[in-house]
Every structure is written in structure tokens, then in C-alpha cells.
């Protein structure tokens, strides 16, 4: 998807009011939206939706025509909401986990593989010298974690449609409701006008991490000010994307196990994995922006942020929580975010030879950003992602 949104003006609708949306992350230019519904003030479509005597379309009129019956499709499909519609009320993490705490997840618990396979001398090496296991008591929890990253989207459960209104109205700082699909989605991130359609690696807890993001009191600013580097003119990215591949990184370490010590001392896992998807993005966020990475380095820098999570699990977490012990007595600013790495910069693809060119195992491998789950893995067994 094109990544230059750039916190301009831009179409929403938004409880079928005209206004304008002040974009509280960037801090820039107020972003202004001007709903369908306010089309139906000019004479011309207003006449052709009163269902009045319309002309036949001559050659002239085809394109009148044409808007006619796009409009009747999108209204039937996305009806706008009406003033006096309340807003959706925003949902707390916890009660969108306690909601697939107390359903019933049986069919999909089948599916899943918490940990991963190994066989042979891996199987060997892993026992003796491996991380260690999760204790008994928490595997259910953490069998639950992965039953949630097989859900689907389902328009049809309220906590599903408001866990998606949370996400968009925490990140841009709105208090109104959103349609169920449409371009906004894409100003956040999403490769489309359904968010839905991004989540097929990471399943719904692709959107239970950035509602954790966004809830916390402590770390919404870092997703705002994330969000806000995602919408620079030159250092764009998709935010949503990004933040699913930082749920599937997140997941794959915790099927590496990589993650039990943390979760065996602090009795919990969703807790521990919570942390840890905030402490990967923030590593990116770092990487992204003190090394001034653009979209086209983006193959590279999510390779990059993958390997150091899964060696450096422990580290990871202990730098999410310096950082936020920082913002807490107000040494990191708003818009800041000091990396102890920025010394040593990684080098650009451009600077690695072949321009958007990666050696992987001999070969010349080309990188795309096009999704989620794209991305090679070096893994022992018969891993393999959600």
C-alpha cells in the first residue's frame, strides 16, 4: 500500500457530521473530513436519491449515473451513522480479554502450535541446554493467547466491532465512531478498506496488542508518537502493519519459548507478551528513526528488529522499561526516543549492494514489504507461523 500519508486533509465519515477532526498525535494542521452523507446537500444527488424522475442516461449523463449507483451500493453497505447515534464506548484490554476468556475457543485450541517442533539432536540440544519450559500452570494461558491469534474478525460480536473503534479512535484522537470499512483504515496503516484482511498471520490478537498500546496510560504516547513518525513525509510506513508484524514476532518468541523465563517469574503470560510486542515496536521505532530508514529499507529493518528479539528477549524488555521509567520522571520528551544504538547505524540496503537485494543462504533474495508473514524464518524443527 502507498505510505505517504502525511497528516493532510483527508474523506472520513464520521457520524454523518461535517467538521473538522483534529489530529491530536501529530500535532500538525487539523485533518478535515467531509461525510457521503453531506453529498446529499447538492440538488443533483439529492433529487436522484429522493427516487424522483430521473432522466435516462444520455452520453453526457453517464458519469452522473455511474456516481448514482455507487452511492446506492456504499450507503446499502456502509450506512452512515446518524447524529444522534452515540459513540461506541471504548473497550479496556481487559475486558476484550476477558471476553475470549469466558468463549468458546474449543475448536480453535485444536489448531494451535504453542510451541516448536524439534526432533533428533535439536530436540537433544534443546533439552540441555534450551531455555526453560513453561510451568504447567500457565500453559492454558498460553494456549490462549494462541487460540486468540487464530480468530477471525466477526462483525457480528460487538466486542470484536469495538476493539476495532478503540484502535482508530485512541491512535488519531477521535471521539467519533468510524465505519465498519473505508479509506480511513488505511490512514492508520491497514493495507485496505478492511482491516480485517491484514490479520490473516496474526488473527485477532493482531488487534488486542495495539488496543493494549493504545489503553495504557503509560504507553499511548509512545503509539502516538509512533504513529506519528509512520505519517512523515519521507520517513513514512504503515503503523498497522508494522504493529501485526510486531504481534507475529512477539508470537514466534514466545513459541521459541524464548519468553518462559519472564512468564515463569512474573506467573502470566499475556502480561509478559503485552510487553514485549511495546518493547519490539519500540525497538523499531528506535531503529527507524534515529537511523532516518524510509519505506524502502523496511525488508531489511523488520529482519533486523526479528533476530534481535529472538536473541535478545530479556534485553528487549529491560529497555521498554527503562525507557518508560524515563518518560515517568519526564527525561524523554514527547517525540524523543534516545536508542543506544544510534551510534552504530545499520547499513541500508542501498549500502549493502544489489539496492533492495539481501544475501540469504547464497542467494540474492529480493525484499518486499507487501504484507504480513512475508518474511523468511530461520528456525530449527517444523516451525512455521499461525
Known sequence: MEGDATGASCAQVMNG???RLVDRTNGGAPLTFLPIAA??????LQTLMAGGDTPTPTEEDEELEKARQEWEALENAHPALTEDASPT???SFNEALQFFQTSDLGGLLKNIQPTVR???LA???RFLFGPPRLQRELLEERDLVFAIAQCQVDNSQAVHM???QTVYKRLVGSKLDCPRYGGHWESIGFQGMDPATDLRGTGFLGLMHPLYFVMDPETLPLARDIYKLSQHPTQNFPFSVMSINMTRIALQVLREEALSKECNRRQQVVGVLNDFYVATYLHLYQLWRNQQKTINDSGFVLKEVELFAKKNPKQM???LEVFLKERRAGRIPRGTSPDPQAQHPSPTLAEQGGGALMEQGGKVKEMHFTGVCDLPLDMEGEARLI
Open 39 to 44: 453529498l446529499k446537500q447538492n440538488g443533483l
Open 162 to 164: 469495538r476493539v476495532l
Open 123 to 125: 530436540a537433544v540440544t
Open 317 to 319: 524488555l529491560r529497555r
Open 17 to 19: 457530521l461535517t467538521g
Open 118 to 120: 524439534r526432533t533428533g
Open 89 to 91: 464506548p471504548v473497550i
